[in-house]
């Protein structure tokens, strides 16, 4: 596919601290009486996996067959979690631990923005023992988010190695030594400079990078640098410096355990580490422009590794079928529709804060036919293949696709997308055309704001003054 591995005989397993993601999402219009914070009206909850469940996930959209070990409560979270976990096809070796909750971070959205985050947690004490791995497993994840699951991982470390496989380590805190005989640590800038300090230039980097490799009998060291990418650096090896291919950055929750997922499954299905980590850094740039904890599938890897697809489709039975092989892979499908005729600010902005809510977003155009009927005879000034090639060329885009009709309600009803996207000051989501198709089977409806002073009526007064 387009240069990315096969995953799907790609065994891994994720050992480390599981968490529940929860979003209340929601949207604000005042503020409260009670204290200058915004009143959040509630919208919908969405649980998804976070930390080395988030890791395991993304390991599991890519094909791979994930398993998972680490501790959680006997909770409403804990079994959620679980319940998530194996719905997404994660192999679970999760221990219940008596008197510890679940680790559960709520956040609370008011539309794209999050307006607070409340942790629930407390440390666990205890390391988890090795799971059962065996030889035929790919590679071995290490997730430590500093929640006392990974507290001693040496024993893990040990077992590991003990059968071949190679160990990828997510860290966290300043205690490296812990990590010792791990293959690689995959470190973000802040978590770098906190071990090491700040260093001067790039071969000094270099150099504290391959004491740390010598110390911790290390095969690779990957620094992760935001916007300055990814920095490899192998065992008397000269560095590797990755640049970014983050397009937009909507929020980085979760990026680091794409990159670890990315790269572990790299390593299993034979890349080395160079070609791994430039597997992470794609999978990278692509996570960051999505709203919320998410992941990556082969497909997007494969779009981004491979920019040249068509994205205008002709055949709507085809498009529909290429979106069902999209949500087998578990990728969420965005659809939203207009005339889109002398595309502006406020429509790039628009299908940007659409294409936040999902993994794919679909454009419907109105057909010539369907505009003038909507506009008037003097509209469209641009005819749809036209439309549709401007949008076709916008990042948030995935693909365009003409529709005749008054309504798109027969192309909602094809396609079934998971969410279905309007702009304006809708009071009501009944108000949406097509909301109790998209509600029928299980999808939702999001209402999202427009550009004040900005429309294609505006743009065509005033070129006409």
């Known amino acids: 596919m387009h240069g990315i591995p096969d995953f799907t005989n790609v065994q891994v397993w994720v050992a480390g601290d599981v968490m529940l993601d929860r979003y209340w999402q929601g949207e604000a219009r005042r503020i409260?009486?009670?204290?200058?914070?915004?009143?959040?009206?509630?919208?919908?909850?969405?649980?998804?996996?976070?930390?080395?469940?988030?890791?395991?996930?993304?390991?599991?959209?890519?094909?791979?067959?994930?398993?998972?070990?680490?501790?959680?409560?006997?909770?409403?979270?804990?079994?959620?979690?679980?319940?998530?976990?194996?719905?997404?096809?994660?192999?679970?070796?999760?221990?219940?631990?008596?008197?510890?909750?679940?680790?559960?971070?709520?956040?609370?959205?008011?539309?794209?923005?999050?307006?607070?985050?409340?942790?629930?947690?407390?440390?666990?004490?205890?390391?988890?023992?090795?799971?059962?791995?065996?030889?035929?497993?790919?590679?071995?994840?290490?997730?430590?988010?500093?929640?006392?699951?990974?507290?001693?991982?040496?024993?893990?470390?040990?077992?590991?190695?003990?059968?071949?496989?190679?160990?990828?380590?997510?860290?966290?805190?300043?205690?490296?030594?812990?990590?010792?005989?791990?293959?690689?640590?995959?470190?973000?800038?802040?978590?770098?400079?906190e071990v090491a300090g700040v260093s001067h230039d790039e071969d000094a980097l270099a150099a504290q990078a391959q004491q740390w490799i010598s110390t911790l009998e290390l095969s690779a060291l990957l620094i992760t640098r935001s916007e300055k990418g990814m920095s490899l650096y192998q065992a008397g090896q000269a560095p590797v410096h990755i640049p970014t291919e983050a397009r937009a950055v909507a929020d980085v929750t979760g990026a680091g355990d794409t990159v670890v997922a990315a790269l572990a499954a790299g390593i299993a299905a034979g890349l080395d580490w160079e070609a791994a980590c430039r597997l992470a850094n794609t999978a990278a740039g692509i996570v960051v422009g999505k709203v919320g904890t998410s992941v990556v599938s082969p497909r997007e890897l494969a779009d981004a590794k491979q920019q040249s697809l068509p994205k205008v489709a002709v055949d709507r039975n085809q498009l529909a079928r290429q979106i069902a092989d999209y949500q087998a892979r578990g990728e969420r499908i965005v659809f939203t529709n207009g005339c889109f005729d002398i595309l502006h600010a406020g429509?790039?902005?628009?299908?940007?804060?659409?294409?936040?809510?999902?993994?794919?977003?679909?454009?419907?155009?109105?057909?010539?036919?369907?505009?003038?009927?909507?506009?008037g005879p003097t509209r469209p000034v641009n005819h749809a293949p036209q439309r549709m090639d401007v949008l076709a060329g916008l990042a948030a885009v995935d693909h365009v696709i003409e529709f005749d009709?008054?309504?798109p309600e027969a192309l909602l009803g094809l396609i079934k997308p998971d969410v279905l996207v309007k702009g304006g000051d809708y009071a009501n989501v009944s108000d949406v055309v097509g909301h109790e198709i998209v509600e029928g089977y299980g999808g939702r409806v999001q209402v999202l704001g427009v550009v004040a002073g900005v429309s294609t009526t505006g743009i065509i007064d005033k070129a006409q003054r």
Not at 71 to 82: F, N, P
Not at 348 to 368: M, P, Q, W
Request: hydrophobic fraction near 40%.
């Open 347 to 375: 429509h790039v902005s628009y299908l940007t804060e659409a294409a936040s809510h999902g993994d794919r977003l679909i454009v419907a155009v109105n057909s010539d036919r369907s505009v003038t009927e909507l506009k």
């Open 32 to 193: 409260s009486p009670e204290a200058p914070v915004p009143v959040v009206k509630m919208g919908f909850e969405e649980n998804r996996l976070g930390g080395a469940a988030n890791v395991a996930l993304n390991l599991a959209v890519l094909g791979c067959n994930a398993r998972l070990a680490g501790w959680v409560g006997d909770d409403e979270a804990g079994r959620t979690l679980r319940h998530e976990a194996t719905r997404r096809g994660i192999d679970t070796q999760l221990s219940t631990v008596a008197g510890l909750p679940t680790i559960l971070k709520l956040r609370v959205l008011a539309g794209n923005h999050q307006v607070m985050r409340v942790d629930f947690e407390q440390p666990f004490t205890d390391t988890i023992a090795a799971p059962p791995w065996t030889a035929d497993a790919g590679a071995v994840v290490l997730s430590d988010y500093a929640k006392g699951t990974l507290a001693d991982p040496r024993d893990l470390i040990a077992s590991a190695r003990t059968h071949g496989l190679p160990i990828i380590v997510d860290p966290k805190g300043t205690d490296w030594a812990r990590y010792q005989g791990a293959s690689i640590l995959t470190p973000n800038w802040s978590e770098w400079t």
């Open 405 to 407: 009709e008054s309504t």
